[in-house]
């Protein structure tokens, strides 16, 4: 046979709480209370005077939120400084290896030239020259 289970949650709290009245029913009273001794608190015969003040010391000057907006951004500046200088250097090596290849095309160009000229090579090439 199967208990629903709202059944036997009913039933175990029920269990529960005539186990903790029991409980309590079943414990001894203290019958004589045993004295704990409370220490004497006394005052000091005379009371020191506070000290005298000492003067704060002078705030410095107060710091803006763009003095903190700074601190926060120098790593993202430096970095973002650092990337531009890479792409930079990055483009004139790009640059100088075009300028280099446009000269090689040149050479290429002189080449074929001289050797249709020199009857070398013949055909479609040497009339686009």
């Known amino acids: ?11 175990s709290a029920i269990a529960m709480v005539a186990a903790s009245s029991s409980a ?11 004295a704990v001794p409370v220490p004497e608190i006394t ?16 705030p410095g000057p107060a710091i803006t939120g763009a003095q903190i907006a700074a601190l926060a951004l120098a790593p993202a500046r430096e970095r973002a400084a650092a990337l531009i200088e890479e792409e ?5 090596e790009r640059i100088a290896r075009r300028a280099g290849d446009d000269d090689r095309w040149d050479d290429l160009r002189d080449e074929i030239r001289d050797a249709c000229d020199d009857g070398r ?3 479609e090439i040497c009339r686009s020259n």
């Open 24 to 34: 309590v029913l079943l414990m001894p009273g203290n019958t004589q209370a045993a």
């Open 1 to 11: 046979m199967r208990f629903p289970p709202r059944l036997v949650l009913v039933a």
């Open 121 to 123: 090579i013949r055909g």
């Open 88 to 92: 930079s250097r990055a483009e004139a």
């Open 43 to 58: 005052s000091p015969a005379q009371q020191q005077a506070p000290s005298a003040a000492e003067p704060a010391a002078t």
